[in-house]
Each structure stands twice: as C-alpha cells, then as structure tokens.
C-alpha cells in the first residue's frame, strides 16, 4: 500500500514555476506534520518546507522562503508545494514525508517515518 505519492516533478527553466503534490493515504493525515525534502546528487537529504497538520502553521528553510508554498487539501488528502522563481539550485529529487509523532518541528528526516518514492526537478539556467 502506497501511503505517499509524489507528482508534479519535471524540467523547468529558472524562473519558472512547478507545483509538486502528494497524495496521501486517509492514515497519514493523523500525522502531525506533514513535510518537504530533496536530495541533490552528492548531497545529503535536506529540510524544504512542511505544514502542522493541526492548525496548518507551515515552515520553511530559509533558501526556499517567499518563493515556495507548502499548503493542503484536506478534502483530497493531499499536500502541495507550489514552486515559483525556480533557480538551478533548486535541481533535486523531492520527497514528501510524514512525522507520526512528536509535537515539535524537526527538520532532520530522522525524524519523519513514512517516505514517498519521490519526484525529479531539473531547473536549467
């Protein structure tokens, strides 16, 4: 059973936009955040964005703040990352993940349990 689906990756130049989803199944959204990450090739697994799933209060890293949006439809269990002023280095694979426990913000993926398969942007100059 898939219970993360990433979609919405492609090629973009920068500048441009993308919006990534995750489809996410009924359980996970009794997780207590749901987040962001990516995975540039030798690099390490990085902190994007994520959303408190109770109340919605959303955080980001600081590369990515005012130009992405991490929001949710509750109604299709999905998460979104809306991606505007892309830039080269923003080139990754993206990974939606869920955290089940714990109140606070962590921004290690350690600490998120349930991963989806993750999903390429390529941003050319």
């Known amino acids: 059973q898939v219970e993360l689906a990433e979609s919405g990756g492609g090629s973009v130049q920068a500048g441009g936009s993308l919006t990534l989803s995750c489809a996410a199944s009924?359980?996970?959204?009794?997780?207590?955040?749901l987040g962001w990450f990516r995975q540039a090739p030798g690099k390490e697994r990085e902190f994007v964005a994520a959303?408190?799933?109770?109340?919605?209060?959303?955080y980001y890293a600081n590369s990515v703040k005012d130009r992405f949006a991490i929001s949710r439809d509750n109604a299709n269990n999905t998460v979104y990352l809306q991606m505007n002023s892309l830039k080269p280095e923003d080139t990754a694979v993206y990974y939606c993940a869920a955290r089940t426990s714990g109140e606070l913000l962590q921004t290690l993926p350690r600490y998120y349990t349930i991963w989806g398969q993750g999903t390429q942007v390529t941003v050319s100059s």
């Open positions: 959303i408190r799933w109770a109340g919605g209060r959303t």
């Open positions: 009924r359980v996970i959204f009794t997780s207590n955040f």
